[in-house]
């Protein structure tokens, strides 16, 4: 996957572009620490995506980083927004459809409160 365009990188809409602004600073130290600790850049995201939930200032975003492996026990998190401003679990649950066949991969799920930078409207 190597030198891979970040998702938010690839859109054009006005969302991903408020996501891709702030990515540098929107995750805590230690989770920085934990995805470079997996060999992921944390400058280059799976995919990011709007869950369309603002409160005004703040968008909810979620998205995956994605590493080679498989989760071999535990059970997926209920998607739980009050865990915002920031939470992350392991997943095998994202979109694999232009991943190669016959290599394993699973991820490290996000969601984050950011608020709105860029001029336009969101709403």
């Excluded at 809409?13 to 997996?38: I, M, T």
């Excluded at 071999?72 to 694999?96: C, I, K």
Aim: a negative charge.
């Amino acid at each position: 996957m190597g030198a891979r365009v970040p998702g938010a990188d690839e859109c054009e809409c006005d969302y991903c572009k408020n996501f891709a602004l702030q990515r540098g600073s929107a995750f805590p130290h230690e989770f920085v620490y934990f995805l470079k600790g997996l060999g992921i850049d944390p400058l280059k995201e799976w995919e990011a995506f709007d869950y369309g939930l603002s409160d005004g200032k703040y968008r909810l975003y979620g998205g995956w980083f994605l590493f080679r492996g498989e989760l071999v026990g535990g059970e997926e998190p209920q998607l739980n927004f009050e865990r915002a401003p920031f939470s992350y679990w392991l997943t095998d649950s994202f979109p694999t459809g232009t991943l190669p066949a016959g290599v394993k991969f699973c991820a490290v799920a996000f969601l984050v409160r950011l608020p709105w930078m860029i001029e336009s409207d969101p709403n």
